[in-house]
């Protein structure tokens, strides 16, 4: 398959796996809180949360794997990218060794972490905590394999796996959830997904793309300019989590894990939304990097971020419009029977974070970027600095107000970092031209996001009781933004691309 074939593709499956994704987490969510009860759903949110900051001990090689096998690969340096292989799994086994010791001394201290825990989740939270542990340095040792396969461009392949996992997972799911599973067999059922997975795409690098890695090759150089790209991957993974797992850890340490599930059920109505930008701006590293060696231009570079943006925004815009519209009856339905009338801060918690998301989810393919052009330092500085100071002032909120103060924390540090200073950067520092930027994504696009919010507005006079009438709201928004995003938001050859793709779909 050609490589224009694999990013179409890739673009398509890295919806349809977040779309299943998406499916899964709507349906398993309430699903856990009927069979296991809110408190048990609530452990496993907040607990995986947790363990989730020792994923940040990837230290940004994973980034730099895809980078540096795409470079050396644009540069015909078969062994060197080889030797690099080397040095970075190295590096993963002595991160593993790390994590498993952070591990160990976070396992000792579990009580005094989570003092208001019941002594029933504490007895399910150790077991748990272990699992998750090993599930996470298992991913961290066999990260460079996925790295591999983004470098030499396989999307394809990496999405289509991304796809059987989850569903093998739903369906061995639905299979153990009634025969009385609890959330400990949740996170065993994970390890072991984990694990065959990684064992196939280490076989698919080996056997078909017959990639070698070479120990004891260590290229010093090479290991100081791999040190200092990752170092502020690092700190950007860092930020990360700052910005989405802190709400849930803090919840969980000052409430209750019943109260912690506003925090994360809410949350995870913005990471859906998230993935729905971050995907496609992630198949273009690879690509930005070549653009980067061959030495395209600012204003290349700045089309390339404009074509993506416009895509990125009409896709997101559906989002926004509609959960701002009918989110509070979808949350009604899908959780209102477990959470009653908590479903009123969770609505506000899912919609404060969207908003403050939308600039920064239509433009990120900045960071591919200023990625492969190795200067994300500055940035990832930045951000950490906003994050650290999300967390202090989320604390506080999170006193004052509960789940829905910590959300407030976390919007005001995304509108200060990753909308306003990172903006400046992209345009002083880096030299993308960021108000044509703004000017050619939103041209066409916003009035027709206005219109359609205008529509949503409407639909508030329909009926909003019930799961139908909430998929007569949905038909009704989504027939309007189709053709109001033909007409009024797509360009010229934005319309002929769609047609194209129409007559394919045809044939």
């Known amino acids: 398959m050609n490589v224009n074939k694999q990013y179409r593709l890739g673009a398509v499956l890295s919806y349809a796996v977040i779309a299943l994704n998406i499916a899964s987490g709507l349906f398993f969510t309430p699903y856990i809180m009927q069979v296991l009860g809110r408190d048990q759903a609530g452990l496993y949110q907040v607990l995986g949360n947790f363990v989730s900051y020792i994923s940040v001990m990837d230290f940004g090689l994973g980034n730099a794997i895809i980078r540096y096998v795409s470079k050396f690969r644009a540069e015909g340096k078969q062994r060197r990218m080889e030797g690099f292989l080397g040095m970075a799994m190295t590096l993963y086994l002595a991160i593993g060794a790390v994590v498993l010791v952070a591990g160990g001394v976070c396992y000792a201290f579990l009580p005094d972490i989570f003092p208001n825990f019941t002594p029933e989740n504490m007895a399910l939270a150790r077991p748990m905590f272990l699992l998750l542990v090993a599930n996470m340095t298992l991913s961290l040792v066999m990260n460079v394999f996925p790295g591999v396969l983004s470098g030499y461009e396989r999307f394809v392949l990496l999405r289509t796996l991304s796809l059987a996992r989850i569903a093998l997972r739903i369906v061995i799911l639905l299979v153990m959830l009634p025969l009385g599973a609890n959330v ?75 109260i912690a599930t506003i925090t994360t059920t809410g949350t995870m109505i913005a990471e859906y939304f998230m993935q729905f930008s971050s995907s496609l701006s992630g198949l273009f590293l690879p690509k930005a990097t070549q653009m980067v060696v061959r030495g395209a231009t600012m204003e290349e570079l700045t089309d390339l971020m404009i074509r993506v943006g416009r895509v990125q925004l009409m896709i997101i815009g559906l989002l926004v419009v509609g959960f701002l519209s009918v989110g509070h009856q979808f949350l009604t339905c899908w959780v209102g029977e477990a959470m009653g009338a908590d479903v009123d801060q969770c609505y506000a918690i899912a919609s404060m974070l969207i908003l403050a998301l939308t600039i920064p989810l239509f433009q990120n393919t900045g960071i591919s970027i200023v990625q492969a052009m190795n200067k994300h330092a500055f940035r990832s500085v930045v951000l950490v600095a906003i994050a650290a100071l999300n967390v202090g002032v989320s604390i506080v909120l999170a006193r004052l107000y509960g789940p829905v103060g910590a959300a407030a924390g976390t919007v005001l540090s995304l509108l200060i970092g990753n909308v306003c200073i990172i903006n400046w950067y992209y345009q002083r520092i880096i030299g993308l031209n960021i108000p044509r930027f703004f000017r050619q994504t939103l041209h066409g696009i916003l009035p027709a996001l206005l219109l359609a919010g205008v529509v949503g507005a409407l639909t508030l006079f329909m009926p909003t009781g019930g799961w139908l009438s909430l998929g007569a709201r949905v038909a009704v928004i989504c027939a309007a933004y189709a053709p109001l995003m033909y007409f009024v938001g797509m360009n010229a050859s934005e319309r002929a691309a769609v047609l194209r793709l129409a007559r394919r779909l045809r044939r």
């Open 184 to 258: 400990l067999h949740m996170v065993i059922l994970d390890t072991s997904l984990n694990a065959a997975f990684a064992l196939i795409q280490f076989g698919y690098a080996f056997v078909k793309l017959k990639v070698r890695i070479r120990f004891f090759e260590f290229d010093r150089p090479l290991l100081r300019e791999i040190t200092t790209y990752s170092a502020f991957i690092f700190l950007n993974m860092l930020m990360e989590q700052m910005y989405w797992k802190v709400d849930s850890t803090i919840i969980g340490i000052l409430y209750t894990t019943t």
